[in-house]
């Protein structure tokens, strides 16, 4: 008999492949994708994937067993592996990481399986939130405790999620019992057999029995069998109802369906039974596309021809969804899947509604929202997908940016919308890859086009189509010719002078307001920050209570009376006096979206306001009702952070108010200029969709500010233009590539000892391409100090080779004894 080993993939931050030898009682079991228990480093048990099986007997001499098979099939697909890969390479992190990243967590740990902190944990808590950080300090007391004692400890029932996390983040193992959890849950249903499946052929079956003496029960049986399957779906003649449901009906009997069974008129089977919502409500037939509409759809698939990535610069409000959708209709028909990303949840619950009218339970939503078992079943349903026969499988994938790293097995096409959208970039933990980017590779596997679609293109997306590597398609027209919105700046500096500022609140754009709400009209208002004052002050000493952890001043949030840090969740309650100097002349300065809501409820009494931002969005659905509220004028005002600028489309806004323009444009970043214009336009562009015109108000300190300007004529081209020559002449991206790297250590001589160490290694190959070391804006975060470095690249075919001496460096840095313990994080294209 032969001997097999496998090379697999583990899901450690570790560069090498790792191989087992194959007993031989599991020959002809294992394949590619497949999943397999293999000891690691000690007594660890692993979950790994098999990448490779062959018959190569490995250097070393002791080569270990692999303990069983998870799986009887692929789990991953080989398209999904090769973009893993790229990711690692591109991203310069591991194929662990990115696969620990991509598999849910029910895919690797059981509620039995014992969690504990990571032997290897540095006590680093920068990454973790609130709750993670109550799983981490109760297991520091602990040896090991299964994930359901965890969950019950701390009552958080969703621990599932928070265990995945910390896991994902190297804090927390799984310890020694990986088992494969997944059970799809069966039901037992009653379906029509031919002949008797269609209308007629059901009447005519019906009338006999009916007619026959003796069998009336059995039309009986027959007849609720039907108002079931008509109350499941209205669209098709009959489809399966569930055995337990008919039993419940008084006008079924249980004898009377055994005969219907045995006379093979009905037929009993078991059927895995989804976890997910079922949306089998009857199907809008195909979009009808305004004439401009029509002509940039044209355009496209004319781009498509040379371009595998065409942007589609669209105004907001011009309906480029319609033209997605049409798209979509297309490559499904030819039996394709179609990914559809979305920079932010907020965002799912509206589109994906749009996406259900025409294309059912076809549409597949995927995000970071969802639990565990949920996302093994899309997982399931994804890798099974693109078999048009097949409704139960997922051809049209709807989310956020991990929704790429599904198992794929034939996209047709890649949508990315709102493609400039900074969200798209995973900051932490590695994978830190930007989502644009990686869908645009996602689709060159496949052989398939990527749709990048914006009112406000990226610099970077642009600029390829400046250089040829993407087409370009415009469409410059509102939907119904709708007018884009009429925009004002308001000077705060004058209007304060003149006492015409109400708290945070110009009289223009208060008198804009009451217009708009006594025409029964909405309005959204946006202000960069949550809480309620910004920061408590004290008048004596000027101090301001800081985080801890963190170099930070603490955020007030009225509701709860806390002071907040928003980086690490860090919360005191509000100090009766200064806490440096104990005097009591203390005050709230600064403004948030929390006092935006309270003031307003000054100004407009009668007025329904609600407010979207993390801290009432926690819960799964509470975008969804606030956006559900909205959309039908429950509430007249909405209050919120960035949440509120993108992608939302609602027919009865007239105003948008930006409370605070300045915090945005005046942010130390160099993309700061080009996400201000990016911002301030998306928000404006939610004003005067369908009939009603919309106004904007900008408020402003800085109203000649340039961004301000290009804002007010809509012209991307002078903002581009402008841009572009800026990060030329400091070559910046997309003219280089980027790479940061940051040292974080607990003490601040390590870390600046560790940044001039790491200085003197990246000069010698970076020469004058290194900036740094240089704290960053907040120079500590949850107890670590920071160092920064960042790396310009030429975008040349030097690239890829710049990239690995960049990973040997950092490679030769981490293992420097004296810095064992400095944290170095490498961040491509940040
Ligand atoms: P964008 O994403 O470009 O900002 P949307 O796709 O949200 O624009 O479209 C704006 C509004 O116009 C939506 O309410 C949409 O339903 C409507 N709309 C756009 N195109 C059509 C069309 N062809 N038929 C009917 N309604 C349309
Ligand atoms: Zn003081
Ligand atoms: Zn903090």
């Given at each position: 008999?032969e001997?097999y080993?496998?090379?697999?993939?583990?899901?450690l931050?570790?560069?090498?492949r790792f191989?087992?030898?194959?007993?031989?009682?599991?020959?002809?079991h294992?394949?590619?994708?497949?999943?397999?228990?293999?000891?690691?480093?000690?007594?660890?048990?692993y979950a790994?994937?098999?990448?490779?099986v062959?018959?190569?007997?490995?250097?070393?001499v002791?080569?270990?067993y692999?303990l069983?098979?998870?799986?009887d099939?692929?789990?991953?697909?080989?398209?999904?592996?090769?973009?893993?890969q790229?990711?690692?390479?591109?991203?310069?992190?591991?194929?662990?990481?990115?696969?620990?990243a991509?598999?849910?967590?029910a895919?690797?740990l059981?509620s039995?399986?014992?969690?504990?902190?990571?032997?290897?944990f540095?006590?680093d808590?920068?990454?973790?939130?609130?709750?993670?950080?109550?799983?981490v300090e109760?297991?520091?007391?602990?040896?090991?405790?299964n994930?359901?004692?965890?969950?019950?400890?701390?009552?958080?029932?969703?621990?599932?999620?928070?265990?995945?996390?910390?896991?994902?983040?190297?804090?927390?193992?799984?310890?020694?019992?990986?088992?494969?959890?997944?059970?799809a849950?069966?039901?037992?249903?009653?379906?029509?057999?031919?002949?008797?499946?269609n209308?007629?052929?059901?009447?005519?079956?019906?009338?006999?029995?009916?007619?026959?003496?003796g069998?009336s029960?059995?039309?009986?049986t027959l007849?609720?069998?039907?108002m079931?399957?008509?109350?499941?779906?209205?669209?098709?003649?009959?489809?399966?109802?569930a055995?337990?449901v008919?039993?419940?009906?008084?006008?079924?009997s249980?004898?009377s369906?055994?005969?219907?069974i045995?006379?093979?008129i009905?037929?009993?089977e078991?059927?895995?039974?989804s976890?997910?919502?079922?949306y089998s409500?009857?199907?809008?037939p195909?979009?009808?596309?305004?004439?401009?509409?029509?002509?940039?759809?044209?355009?496209?698939?004319?781009?498509?021809?040379?371009?595998?990535?065409?942007?589609?610069?669209?105004?907001?409000g011009?309906g480029?969804?319609?033209?997605?959708?049409?798209?979509?209709?297309?490559?499904?028909?030819?039996?394709?899947q179609?990914?559809?990303?979305?920079?932010?949840?907020?965002?799912?619950?509206?589109?994906?509604?749009?996406?259900?009218?025409?294309?059912g339970?076809?549409?597949?939503?995927?995000?970071s929202?969802?639990?565990?078992?949920?996302?093994?079943?899309?997982w399931?349903?994804v890798?099974n997908?693109?078999?048009?026969?097949?409704?139960?499988?997922y051809?049209?994938?709807?989310?956020?940016?991990?929704?790429l790293?599904?198992?794929?097995?034939?996209?047709?096409?890649?949508?990315?919308?709102?493609?400039?959208d900074?969200?798209?970039?995973?900051?932490?933990p590695?994978?830190?890859?930007h989502?644009?980017d990686?869908?645009?590779?996602?689709?060159?596997?496949?052989?398939?086009k990527t749709l990048?679609g914006?009112?406000?293109p990226?610099?970077e997306?642009?600029?390829?189509?400046?250089?040829?590597?993407?087409?370009l398609?415009?469409l410059m027209?509102?939907y119904?010719d709708s007018?884009?919105?009429?925009?004002?700046t308001?000077?705060?500096?004058?209007a304060?002078?003149?006492?015409e500022?109400?708290?945070?609140?110009?009289h223009?754009l208060?008198?804009?307001?009451?217009?708009?709400?006594?025409?029964?009209e909405?309005?959204?208002l946006?202000?960069?920050?949550?809480g309620?004052?910004?920061?408590?002050?004290?008048?004596?000493?000027?101090?301001?209570?800081?985080?801890?952890?963190?170099?930070?001043?603490l955020?007030?949030?009225?509701?709860?009376?806390?002071?907040?840090?928003?980086?690490?969740?860090?919360?005191?309650?509000?100090?009766?006096?200064?806490?440096?100097?104990?005097?009591?002349?203390?005050?709230?300065?600064?403004?948030?979206?929390?006092?935006?809501?309270?003031t307003?409820?000054?100004?407009?009494?009668?007025?329904?306001?609600?407010?979207?931002?993390?801290?009432?969005?926690?819960?799964?659905?509470?975008?969804?009702?606030?956006?559900?509220?909205?959309?039908?004028?429950k509430?007249?005002?909405?209050?919120?952070?960035q949440?509120?600028?993108?992608?939302?489309?609602f027919?009865?806004?007239?105003?948008?108010?930006i409370?605070?323009?300045?915090?945005?444009?005046?942010?130390?970043?160099?993309?700061?200029f080009e996400?201000?214009?990016?911002?301030?336009?998306?928000?404006?562009?939610?004003?005067?969709?369908?009939?009603?015109?919309?106004?904007?108000?900008?408020?402003?300190?800085?109203?000649?500010?340039?961004?301000?300007?290009?804002?007010?004529?809509?012209?991307?081209m002078?903002m581009?233009?402008?841009?572009?020559?800026?990060?030329?002449?400091?070559?910046?991206?997309?003219?280089?590539?980027?790479?940061?790297?940051?040292?974080k250590h607990?003490e601040?001589?390590?870390?600046l000892?560790?940044?001039q160490?790491l200085?003197?290694?990246?000069?010698?190959?970076?020469?004058?391409?290194?900036?740094?070391?240089?704290?960053?804006?907040?120079s500590?975060?949850?107890?670590?100090?920071?160092?920064?470095?960042w790396?310009?690249?030429?975008r040349?075919?030097?690239?890829?080779?710049?990239?690995q001496?960049?990973?040997?460096?950092?490679?030769?840095?981490?293992?420097?004894p004296?810095?064992k313990?400095?944290?170095c994080?490498?961040?491509?294209?940040?």
């Amino acid at each position: 008999m032969e001997t097999y080993f496998v090379d697999v993939i583990l899901p450690l931050p570790i560069e090498t492949r790792f191989t087992y030898r194959v007993p031989q009682a599991l020959n002809g079991h294992v394949a590619f994708g497949m999943r397999v228990i293999v000891p690691f480093g000690g007594s660890k048990l692993y979950a790994a994937v098999v990448e490779c099986v062959h018959e190569r007997p490995p250097k070393q001499v002791t080569v270990k067993y692999i303990l069983d098979v998870i799986d009887d099939r692929p789990v991953v697909s080989e398209a999904q592996f090769r973009l893993w890969q790229w990711m690692a390479d591109y991203y310069l992190c591991t194929i662990g990481e990115v696969m620990a990243a991509a598999l849910p967590s029910a895919l690797r740990l059981a509620s039995e399986t014992k969690v504990k902190i990571h032997p290897e944990f540095d006590g680093d808590i920068s990454a973790l939130t609130p709750y993670e950080l109550s799983v981490v300090e109760l297991l520091l007391h602990r040896e090991t405790m299964n994930v359901e004692a965890v969950s019950k400890t701390l009552q958080i029932a969703k621990v599932m999620p928070i265990i995945k996390s910390l896991v994902d983040k190297r804090a927390v193992i799984t310890d020694e019992e990986i088992r494969n959890p997944y059970k799809a849950k069966k039901e037992t249903v009653i379906r029509l057999l031919p002949p008797y499946d269609n209308e007629s052929a059901f009447m005519d079956l019906l009338d006999r029995l009916n007619a026959k003496p003796g069998t009336s029960s059995q039309a009986d049986t027959l007849l609720a069998f039907m108002m079931h399957t008509r109350a499941n779906n209205a669209y098709h003649f009959s489809s399966p109802v569930a055995k337990s449901v008919l039993l419940k009906d008084d006008n079924v009997s249980q004898s009377s369906l055994q005969t219907l069974i045995k006379k093979r008129i009905l037929h009993s089977e078991e059927r895995v039974i989804s976890r997910l919502v079922d949306y089998s409500a009857g199907l809008m037939p195909t979009v009808r596309l305004s004439e401009p509409q029509e002509r940039a759809y044209l355009e496209i698939k004319r781009s498509f021809e040379q371009y595998p990535v065409t942007l589609l610069h669209g105004v907001t409000g011009s309906g480029k969804t319609e033209i997605y959708i049409k798209l979509i209709d297309e490559v499904l028909r030819q039996g394709k899947q179609v990914l559809y990303l979305l920079p932010e949840i907020a965002l799912t619950s509206q589109i994906v509604n749009r996406l259900r009218k025409y294309f059912g339970d076809r549409v597949g939503v995927y995000h970071s929202r969802f639990n565990e078992y949920e996302r093994v079943e899309i997982w399931d349903r994804v890798l099974n997908g693109g078999d048009a026969e097949d409704t139960s499988k997922y051809q049209l994938v709807l989310g956020a940016r991990s929704a790429l790293l599904l198992p794929y097995k034939k996209l047709g096409l890649v949508i990315v919308d709102e493609e400039h959208d900074g969200s798209y970039k995973q900051m932490d933990p590695a994978p830190r890859y930007h989502a644009r980017d990686a869908a645009v590779m996602l689709a060159q596997i496949h052989g398939a086009k990527t749709l990048l679609g914006t009112a406000t293109p990226s610099l970077e997306s642009y600029f390829n189509v400046q250089i040829r590597k993407f087409g370009l398609v415009e469409l410059m027209q509102r939907y119904a010719d709708s007018k884009l919105p009429d925009i004002y700046t308001v000077n705060m500096n004058a209007a304060t002078k003149r006492h015409e500022v109400q708290g945070l609140f110009s009289h223009f754009l208060i008198e804009q307001m009451s217009r708009a709400l006594e025409n029964h009209e909405q309005v959204i208002l946006f202000q960069n920050r949550r809480g309620y004052a910004v920061r408590m002050i004290c008048h004596t000493c000027e101090s301001m209570p800081k985080c801890q952890y963190c170099d930070v001043t603490l955020t007030y949030h009225k509701k709860t009376n806390l002071l907040k840090c928003h980086y690490c969740g860090y919360a005191i309650e509000v100090p009766k006096e200064c806490p440096t100097c104990h005097s009591t002349d203390i005050e709230m300065k600064g403004f948030g979206t929390e006092q935006v809501e309270d003031t307003l409820s000054g100004i407009f009494p009668d007025a329904r306001i609600a407010r979207m931002d993390t801290d009432t969005t926690r819960s799964k659905n509470a975008y969804q009702q606030i956006i559900t509220d909205f959309e039908q004028h429950k509430t007249d005002i909405l209050v919120g952070t960035q949440m509120v600028t993108k992608g939302l489309d609602f027919d009865r806004v007239s105003v948008v108010g930006i409370l605070n323009a300045d915090a945005l444009i005046s942010f130390p970043d160099f993309r700061a200029f080009e996400r201000a214009f990016q911002l301030l336009s998306q928000v404006s562009g939610r004003a005067g969709r369908k009939e009603i015109p919309g106004k904007v108000v900008i408020q402003t300190f800085q109203p000649s500010h340039p961004a301000l300007k290009f804002v007010e004529s809509n012209d991307f081209m002078a903002m581009y233009t402008s841009q572009i020559e800026e990060r030329k002449n400091f070559r910046l991206p997309p003219i280089t590539r980027m790479v940061k790297v940051t040292l974080k250590h607990p003490e601040e001589t390590v870390v600046l000892a560790a940044a001039q160490q790491l200085q003197g290694m990246l000069r010698t190959v970076f020469e004058g391409h290194v900036m740094g070391p240089a704290a960053p804006l907040v120079s500590r975060i949850q107890n670590f100090y920071l160092q920064d470095f960042w790396i310009k690249m030429n975008r040349d075919h030097s690239l890829v080779a710049r990239k690995q001496q960049l990973r040997e460096l950092v490679r030769q840095f981490r293992q420097l004894p004296q810095f064992k313990k400095v944290r170095c994080v490498v961040n491509v294209d940040v």
